[in-house]
C-alpha cells in the first residue's frame, strides 16, 4: 500500500461545478498538507498549504484535512475551463523538511 | 523574474547511453532539488542542494544516477548507461531556503525517452 493514494481521474465536470479532489494516507504522523498544480508539460505549482487539521481558503479554493480519517480534500468552486489540470496532494510530518511523499495526481478536465 | 528552466525539454536517447540533464534555478535560490516523475507515479525526490552544505543523495535510484551544482547556481544531473526505467520527467526545483521552505518553485521539467 502506498503511503498516499490519490484517485488518477480523469474527472471530468461541467463548467461552474464544484470539483472535490482527495487524498488518502496512512501515516498518522503526517500534518503538513500542500496541493500542486500542473499544467500539462509544465512543473507543479504551489495552490495550497495547510498545518493539521481544518479548513483553509484561498479564493476558489478550498483545502480541508481530516486527521482522523486520514483523508484531504481540495475543493473547486465555480471551476472554469482554466482549472483543467493535474493536482497533485503532497505531505510530511515534519516542518523544515524538504522530503515530501506526493501522490500521484488526479486530473480535472473542466468542460466549457 | 525568470522562472527555473530546464534543459533541453525532450530528451531520446538509446538504452546504454549517458545524458546530462540541466536546471537553472531562480536566481538567489540557495536550495535545488532534482525530481523524477513517472507515469503513475508521484514524485520522486532525487537529490538535494542547499548552499556549499553536502548535497543529500538518498533520493538516487541507483549509482549511474549523479548530480552537481557548480558555483551554487546550475545543476546537471547525470544518467549513465541509461535503461528503459529511467524513462520519465524529470523535475528541478529551486527555494529560497532549503530546509525550512515548502514553497519550491518547479521548472517545466525534462522529459527522457530511452528507447
Known amino acids: 500500500q502506498k503511503e498516499v493514494e490519490q484517485d488518477p481521474g480523469p474527472l471530468s465536470v461541467p463548467e461552474g461545478a464544484i470539483v472535490s479532489l482527495n487524498c488518502t494516507y496512512s501515516?498518522?504522523?503526517?500534518?503538513?498538507f500542500m496541493w500542486y498544480r500542473q499544467y500539462s508539460r509544465k512543473g507543479p505549482e504551489l495552490l495550497m498549504y495547510t498545518y493539521s487539521s481544518g479548513n483553509k481558503e484561498d479564493g476558489r479554493f478550498t483545502a480541508q484535512v481530516d486527521k482522523s480519517s486520514k483523508y484531504i480534500s481540495l475543493f473547486i468552486r465555480d471551476s472554469q475551463p482554466s482549472d483543467s489540470a493535474t493536482y497533485l496532494c503532497a505531505m510530511s510530518s515534519t516542518s523544515g523538511t524538504y522530503k515530501y511523499i506526493f501522490g500521484t495526481g488526479t486530473r480535472l478536465k473542466v468542460l466549457a | 523574474g525568470a522562472g527555473v528552466s530546464q534543459s533541453p525539454s525532450n530528451k531520446v536517447t538509446e538504452k546504454g547511453k549517458d545524458v546530462e540533464l540541466r536546471c537553472d534555478p531562480i536566481?538567489?535560490?540557495?536550495?535545488l532539488y532534482w525530481y523524477r516523475q513517472s507515469l503513475g507515479q508521484g514524485l520522486e525526490f532525487l537529490i538535494y542542494?542547499?548552499?556549499?552544505?553536502?548535497?543529500?543523495k538518498s533520493g538516487l535510484p541507483s549509482d549511474r544516477f549523479s548530480a552537481e551544482r557548480t558555483g551554487g547556481s546550475v545543476s546537471t544531473l547525470t544518467i549513465q548507461r541509461t535503461q528503459q526505467e529511467d524513462s520519465a520527467v524529470y523535475l528541478c526545483a529551486s527555494s529560497l531556503v532549503g530546509a525550512s521552505s515548502y514553497e519550491q518553485y518547479f521548472g517545466p521539467g525534462t522529459r527522457l525517452t530511452v528507447t
Open positions: 501515516n498518522s504522523a503526517f500534518q503538513y
Open positions: 536566481s538567489g535560490h540557495t536550495a
Open positions: 542542494f542547499q548552499g556549499n552544505s553536502a548535497p543529500d
